[in-house]
C-alpha cells in the first residue's frame, strides 16, 4: 500500500527565513497531494493542495512543489512569521478519498 | 465556505459510560466522512470511513462493537465510543469530503474532541 515519508521532523528557522518541508510517497497511482497545519489541540486545517496534473501551486507566501517522477513533493514556507509555528503534515490519495499521512514536521519559527 | 464541526469540544466521563460524538458539516452535504484518532506528538491515524446511508467501513485493528459509526444524513455522522475505558482516552477528529467547483474532492476537518475516561 501507500506509505508517506516526511522530513524533518522538527524544523526551527529564524522569522523572516523560509522554510521546506519535504516529503516522498511510494504509490505511482497516487493523484492528489494536500498539506495541512495543525495546531496545538485544533483539528487539522488545509493550507494548500496539488494534484498530480500540475508541478507547482502557490498561494501567497505557501507553495507546493510536486515532482511525479521522483515521487516526492515539498512545501515551502515564505518570509516566516511566528503564526507560522504549528505541526504540518502531508498527505497522498490515489484518488479513494482516504488520505494516507506523513509523520509530521514541528515548525518552529524563532524570533 | 467547507466548515465542519464537532461537539463535544471536550468530554471527561466515568470507565464504562458511552460517549457520542457529533461531525456536522455547516454549509456543505459530505457523502463522506472519516473518523481519525490522534494520539499526543502522532500523525492522524483512521479509524473508520462513514458513507451516508449505509455500514461504516473500519480500519483493521479498529472494533465496530467498541466505536459506533451512524451517518444518517448528508450533514451529520456520530461516533459513539460505548463503555469507555481509559485506553479510548484520545483525540478524536472527522473530516469531510467537499466536492467544490472543480469537480474534486477535499478533506475539511472539524475541530476535533479530547476525551478523557477516567
Known amino acids: 500500500g501507500e506509505n508517506v515519508e516526511q522530513h524533518p521532523s522538527t524544523l526551527s528557522v529564524q522569522e523572516g527565513d523560509s522554510a521546506v518541508i519535504k516529503c516522498t510517497y511510494s504509490?505511482?497511482?497516487?493523484?492528489?497531494f494536500p498539506w495541512y497545519k495543525q495546531e496545538l489541540g485544533k483539528g487539522p486545517q488545509l493550507i494548500i493542495d496539488?494534484?498530480?496534473n500540475v508541478g507547482e501551486k502557490k498561494d501567497q507566501r505557501i507553495a507546493v512543489t510536486l515532482n511525479k517522477t521522483a515521487k516526492h513533493f515539498s512545501l515551502h514556507i515564505t518570509e516566516t512569521q511566528p503564526e507560522d509555528s504549528a505541526v504540518y503534515f502531508c498527505?497522498?490519495?490515489?484518488?479513494?478519498?482516504?488520505?494516507?499521512w506523513g509523520a509530521g514536521t514541528k515548525l518552529i519559527i524563532k524570533p | 465556505g467547507a466548515v465542519v464541526s464537532q461537539h463535544p469540544s471536550w468530554v471527561i466521563c466515568k470507565s464504562g459510560t458511552s460517549v457520542k460524538i457529533e461531525c456536522r458539516s455547516l454549509?456543505?452535504?459530505?457523502?463522506?466522512m472519516f473518523w481519525y484518532r490522534q494520539f499526543p506528538k502522532q500523525s492522524l491515524m483512521l479509524m473508520a470511513t462513514?458513507?451516508?446511508?449505509?455500514?461504516?467501513?473500519?480500519e483493521q485493528g479498529v472494533e465496530k462493537d467498541k466505536f459506533l459509526i451512524n451517518h444518517a444524513s448528508l450533514t451529520l455522522s456520530t461516533l459513539t465510543v460505548t463503555s469507555a475505558h481509559p485506553e479510548d482516552s484520545s483525540f478524536y477528529i472527522c473530516?469531510?469530503?467537499?466536492?467544490?467547483?472543480?469537480?474534486?474532492?477535499?478533506?475539511?476537518f472539524g475541530p476535533g474532541t479530547r476525551l478523557l475516561v477516567l
Open positions: 473530516s469531510a469530503t467537499y466536492w467544490g467547483t472543480s469537480d474534486r474532492e477535499t478533506q475539511y
Open positions: 454549509d456543505f452535504q459530505a457523502t463522506t
Open positions: 462513514s458513507n451516508e446511508g449505509s455500514k461504516a467501513t473500519y
Open positions: 504509490d505511482s497511482a497516487s493523484n492528489y
Open positions: 496539488i494534484r498530480s
Open positions: 498527505a497522498a490519495s490515489s484518488g479513494n478519498y482516504q488520505l494516507i
